[in-house]
């Protein structure tokens, strides 16, 4: 359920960037955001071997809370660089969650149920 709403969550980050700064700023954005994945991934398994899988949720916790905290605060003056500068958050908060999740079922699911489990969360 939370990647439902969080889909939500960035269907309306992209129209509000779309409103506030224009449209070519909403594909900067989510590339900036999406590359910006790749060097946590590079080093989840540093993380998780030094800290252990929970820790890319409290990754995510913190990264989410500052996102959506500025995302609050952004109504009263849109600066179009740490709008932009807002998106490594987005990277952090997505990754670690997403990957955590990944993890967690890895560790936690039967092997033979595996795909099954990772194929119900992947649809929830």
């Not at 905290?69 to 932009?84: A, G, Q, R």
């Not at 967690?104 to 119900?120: A, D, F, I």
């Amino acid at each position: 359920f939370f990647y439902a709403g969080y889909q939500v969550t960035d269907n309306y980050m992209g129209r509000y960037i779309q409103i506030g700064i224009g449209l070519n700023a909403v594909f900067l954005s989510w590339l900036i955001a999406v590359i910006l994945e790749i060097p946590l991934l590079l080093v989840v398994g540093r993380i998780v071997h030094h800290n252990g899988i929970y820790s890319l949720f409290f990754i995510s916790l913190f990264a989410g809370i500052l996102r959506f905290s500025y995302l609050c605060f952004s109504t009263f003056s849109l600066n179009p660089k740490i709008v932009l500068l807002n998106q490594l958050l987005h990277a952090l908060l997505f990754a670690g969650y997403y990957m955590g999740c990944v993890l967690w079922l890895r560790k936690n699911t039967p092997h033979h149920l595996y795909g099954s489990v990772y194929g119900l969360f992947s649809i929830l």
